[in-house]
């Protein structure tokens, strides 16, 4: 069983950074893929990021790459999301995710991750 509890949110002002942490609990967790996702009122879950977690590799979505970084600490069991140039439009509920990782392809989509934090909410002030 894979627990995940993210935190870090907060008001962060146009053009500002924040950082959002994922603390796993799990037994042996090798072979798991893990990610960002957000969701803004009224719109649907995006996929934000994901990294593997025992090669490190990443995968960004379109409108945070460049912006955002993913990266893990493999002793604390933590993924982070560091966030920078921040804008009105990432304001919304940040999750983050697990799922087992079955091959080489990404994962875009929610509907396929198991496992989910709570959601820590990212609201950019202009």
């Known amino acids: 069983q894979v627990q995940l509890v993210g935190s870090g949110g907060g008001l962060v002002q146009a053009g500002g950074s924040l950082r959002l942490s994922c603390a796993i609990s799990?037994?042996?967790?090798?072979?798991?893929?893990v990610a960002w996702f957000r969701q803004a009122p009224g719109k649907e879950r995006e996929f934000v990021a994901v990294?593997?977690?025992?090669?490190?590799?990443?995968y960004y979505g379109d409108s945070v790459k460049g912006r955002f970084i993913i990266s893990r600490d493999n002793a604390k069991k933590m993924v982070y999301l560091q966030m920078n140039f921040l804008n009105a439009d990432d304001t919304a509920v940040y999750y983050c995710?697990?799922?087992?990782?079955?091959?080489?392809?990404?994962?875009?989509?929610?509907?396929?991750?198991?496992?989910w934090g709570q959601g820590t909410q990212v609201t950019v002030s202009s």
């Open positions: 995710a697990a799922r087992p990782n079955l091959g080489r392809t990404w994962v875009r989509e929610a509907g396929l991750y198991e496992y």
């Open positions: 990294i593997r977690w025992s090669a490190g590799s990443t």
């Open positions: 799990s037994g042996i967790f090798t072979r798991y893929d």
